[in-house]
DNA sequence: ACCTGAACACCGTTCAAGT
DNA sequence: ACCTGAACACCGTTCAAGT
């Protein structure tokens, strides 16, 4: 006689989602099977029903919050026909979801965390950095560009959630000054392309 | 009767560091107090004569990571008078630094991770980018320039490690592209400043 | 004064037994 | 077919007893 089924997948991941965000990944509360467990109402060995283990709930954790990230960047970047300002504007809706969830956020961009998200799900979070690069840049550069503009983002939000400026002064105003830095060099370069060069390229080695 | 002391601080924090890279910080192998006690040739209570707990022994570690980091950082900036090849130099030590000691870096600056760093080894590790950043954007900039790079510099770096790079492409001429590009738009900044303005900044909101 | 075995609380996970 | 209590291995940490 089948007993009737008294979680889901995705009620477990929700919980996880929200745990992960009020407790902590680690920590003495933080995200635990029993307190998942505890959450969508069931015992804990239970859990192993819809979930592999712990290490996959945390991936799948971390998959939802790209996918949740990506659709914000879209969603920003999509309002904007000018892709300086499309560039702006994307930034800032990665910082504010930043600061909506820190812990996720973090997590998802904790160097050596090893879950393996979903590659759909970040090609969906990073086309529209992309788009914005090549208009900016030029297709020749928009790769090495949107490398540049996502690496400076992460790491200008993960340091901020780590209260890692710690020099006092704005930092409002130095993200601003970051996203005014990037959009002016990778218009620079757009132009260096067409013809008018500047002396700007750092000698290589 | 005293019992001779069998170890010290600094062996169990050596061990912590060589365990944390060869076997991680929470995986099955580990950075656990047994594996640190084996190596240094207590008994795992032992341990807790010489560090508060775990969360402390892991602080420790990172904070000679910092302090590591730092001497790097100085020391190749020290060797070019340029600031712009110093900020190359500069950069480039970060990344070696960082594929020398991945797990040690990515702990460092992981998001959440609330190590309490000595700010005496934070302060060494970034002067050097500072004043760099000084040269290049001015006084008035350099609080802000120096963010801009080394969010940039710890993003690109990260996301390394994570191998978050996943569109192909040549991943040392990012690196190289990205140098290049803060160079120019720090530069640039200072230019500005100095009465030549150039159509670079973005419109903020 | 430092070291240790024993013990405790906690956690992820498995599994046989229930329905 | 799903759920559960019981159990296991493992981990951080404490502490009384040894020297």
Chains 1, 2 share one sequence.
């Not at 996959?56 to 969603?75: F, K, N, P, Q, S």
């Not at 930034?91 to 979903?118: I, K």
């Not at 990073?126 to 996502?150: F, K, N």
């Not at 340091?159 to 996203?179: K, P, Q």
Request: charged fraction near 25%; glycine fraction near 8%.
């Amino acid at each position: 006689m089948p007993t009737p089924e008294r979680t889901s997948r995705d009620a477990i991941v929700d919980a996880g989602r929200d745990l992960l965000e009020t407790q902590g990944l680690e920590g003495l509360r933080g995200l635990t099977m029993q307190a998942v467990a505890d959450r969508v109402g069931v015992r804990a060995p239970s859990l192993y029903k819809r979930v592999r283990n712990r290490r996959e709930l945390v991936a799948l954790i971390a998959d939802a919050t790209v996918r949740e990230l990506g659709a914000r960047l879209d969603a920003a970047a999509a309002g904007e026909p000018d892709p300086r300002r499309a560039l702006a504007a994307l930034a800032r809706a990665a910082r504010s979801f930043a600061r909506e969830r820190p812990v996720a956020f973090g997590l998802v961009f904790t160097p050596g965390a090893d879950l393996d998200l979903d590659p759909e799900s970040l090609a969906r979070a990073s086309a529209a950095v992309i788009r914005i690069a090549a208009e900016l840049a030029g297709d020749d550069h928009a790769l090495d560009a949107a490398r540049t503009v996502t690496a400076w983002l992460n790491g200008f939000v993960g340091m901020e959630l780590s209260g890692a400026f710690r020099l006092g002064g704005d930092v409002d105003r130095a993200f601003e000054f970051g996203i005014a830095s990037l959009t002016g060099a990778l218009t620079l370069r757009r132009r260096e392309e067409s013809g008018a060069p500047l002396a700007i390229s750092v000698s290589e080695h």
